[in-house]
C-alpha cells in the first residue's frame, strides 16, 4: 500500500497546505506507511526539498475561479479538470491497495479525480478520497456545477465504491450531498498547532491577533480601523496583526505601518512562518480576531480558527458561518458579530474581554474536546480505514 498526498495548492509556506502536509506526513511516518507528497509543479525548492515534495500538478487550484461567472471562468475549470485528470495519470502503476488524499478539492480538482477513476481498469482503481477545501463554489448554480453534479451521477458502481468526499465542516456536509447527491462524511479537521495548550487570562495584558493569509474576503480594508478601534478599546491590549503572504494591501500596510511607528502596543509580522515560527506565533495570542466577510465565509471554514481552537484561543468570529459554528461546538469559546463593518467587530471584542476569564475558561475546555476528536491522527486513522 502507498499513500499519495495529493494537493495542487502546495506551493509555498503561505496558508495552510504546508502546516497540514507536515502534520499527516509525520503521522504516516509513525506507522511506516510509504508516502509520497504531490505538490503544485512549481513549488518553492526550499519546501520542495523539506517536505520531499514532488513537483507534479501543473494547475494551481487558485489560478482561476470555479464559481462559472466570471468570464472564461467555465474555461478555467474546464482545463482545470482536464490538467488534473492528465496528471493523476502519471501515476506510475497505480493499484488498487493505493491510497490518494486530496487534502484541499475545489470543484475543478473533483471533476478531476472522478475522470481520472473512470479512466481506469476496474482492477486498478485505488482508494481516493476527497476533502472538499469550501464548498462555496458548489453551491452556485453553474454550468461548471452542473458538469460536476453529472459527472457524479453516471459514475459506475465500481468508482463509486471506492470514493469517499468528505468536508471538516457540517455545512459543507449538507451542502454538497445536496448537489452531488453522493455520500459525503464529516472527515476530522487535520490543523493542530505546535504551541500547546494553556488557559488564557486577564491577568496581564491581553494579546488580540490577527493572523495567517490576510487576502480581501478576511475583512483587511477594514483592518487600520479595527486596530485603531481595538487600541482604544483597553489600555493595556495588545495588537498583533501577522500576514503570512507579504502582499497585504498597499494601503492597509502604509497605514498600519505609521500605527505602529506611534504606538508600541501594535505589532507587525509580514513574512511566512516556519513550523516552529508559526507555533510561537499562535502562543502570543491571548484572542484571535477574524474580521471575515459573512457572506463569503457562509460556506468556508477557517484553518486558523481551528489551531485556535486546538490550544485553546478564545476568537471573534463572523455569526452564521461555519466558524461560529465550530466555536460553540468546541467550548463556546468566543464571540460572535453581525454586519462585518469595524463598529460591529470592535463591539464583539469589547463584549470578549468583559468576561475574557470566562471565555478563555471555556476555550480551554473546547482545545480538550478538540483533540478528541480532530488533528492530524485522527484524520490519518480514518484515512487508513478506507484501506480495502
Not at 209 to 215: D, E, F, N, P, S
Not at 323 to 333: E, I, K, Y
Not at 367 to 373: D, G, K, M, R, V
Request: charge should be negative.
Amino acid at each position: 500500500m502507498r499513500f499519495f498526498y495529493a494537493d495542487p495548492g502546495l506551493h509555498s509556506l503561505t496558508g495552510h497546505h504546508p502546516n497540514v502536509c507536515r502534520s499527516v506526513q509525520d503521522e504516516l511516518a509513525a506507522r511506516a506507511i510509504p508516502t509520497a507528497v504531490l505538490a503544485f509543479a512549481g513549488v518553492q525548492p526550499a519546501l520542495r526539498e523539506e517536505l520531499s515534495a514532488i513537483p507534479f500538478f501543473r494547475y494551481n487550484q487558485y489560478w482561476a475561479p470555479d464559481d462559472g461567472r466570471l468570464p472564461g471562468a467555465l474555461e478555467a475549470f474546464k482545463a482545470g479538470a482536464q490538467t488534473t485528470r492528465e496528471d493523476l495519470h502519471r501515476i506510475s502503476d497505480i493499484q488498487p491497495d493505493d491510497l490518494v488524499f486530496v487534502p484541499w478539492a475545489l470543484p475543478a480538482q473533483v471533476l478531476g479525480a472522478l475522470l481520472w477513476m473512470s479512466d481506469l481498469p476496474a482492477n486498478r482503481i485505488p482508494r481516493v478520497i476527497v476533502n472538499f477545501l469550501d464548498i462555496r463554489d458548489l453551491a452556485l448554480e453553474t454550468s461548471a456545477t452542473e458538469m460536476l453534479r453529472s459527472a457524479a451521477k453516471h459514475l459506475s458502481p465500481t468508482v463509486a465504491a471506492r470514493l469517499t468526499l468528505g468536508c471538516t465542516f457540517p455545512e459543507g456536509v449538507a451542502v454538497a450531498h445536496s448537489v452531488l447527491g453522493l455520500p459525503v462524511e464529516q472527515l476530522p479537521a487535520p490543523q493542530h498547532a505546535l504551541a500547546g495548550v494553556r488557559r488564557r487570562s486577564a491577568a496581564g495584558p491581553i494579546a488580540i491577533g490577527m493572523a495567517g493569509h490576510q487576502q480581501s474576503a478576511k475583512g483587511v480594508h477594514h483592518m487600520p480601523d479595527l486596530v485603531r478601534g481595538l487600541l482604544q478599546l483597553h489600555p493595556s491590549a495588545r495588537v498583533l496583526v501577522h500576514d503570512s503572504s507579504g502582499d497585504l494591501r498597499s494601503d492597509v500596510a502604509d497605514q498600519l505601518s505609521r500605527i505602529e511607528a506611534t504606538d508600541r502596543r501594535l505589532t507587525m509580522c509580514r513574512k511566512a512562518l516556519d513550523r516552529e515560527g508559526w507555533g510561537e506565533l499562535l502562543d502570543r495570542i491571548d484572542l484571535l480576531l477574524c474580521p471575515y466577510d459573512r457572506h463569503i465565509y457562509r460556506l468556508c471554514s477557517s484553518g486558523v480558527q481551528n489551531e485556535a481552537i486546538d490550544v485553546g484561543i478564545p476568537s471573534v468570529v463572523p455569526s452564521g458561518t461555519p466558524l461560529a459554528t465550530q466555536a460553540r461546538a468546541f467550548g463556546d469559546g468566543g464571540m460572535t458579530f453581525g454586519p462585518g463593518e469595524p463598529g460591529s467587530v470592535i463591539d464583539a471584542v469589547r463584549r470578549a474581554l468583559d468576561r475574557f476569564d470566562h471565555y478563555a475558561g471555556a476555550a480551554h475546555q473546547g482545545a480538550l474536546l478538540w483533540q478528541q476528536i480532530n488533528g492530524p491522527d485522527k484524520l490519518v486513522e480514518r484515512l487508513l480505514s478506507e484501506r480495502p
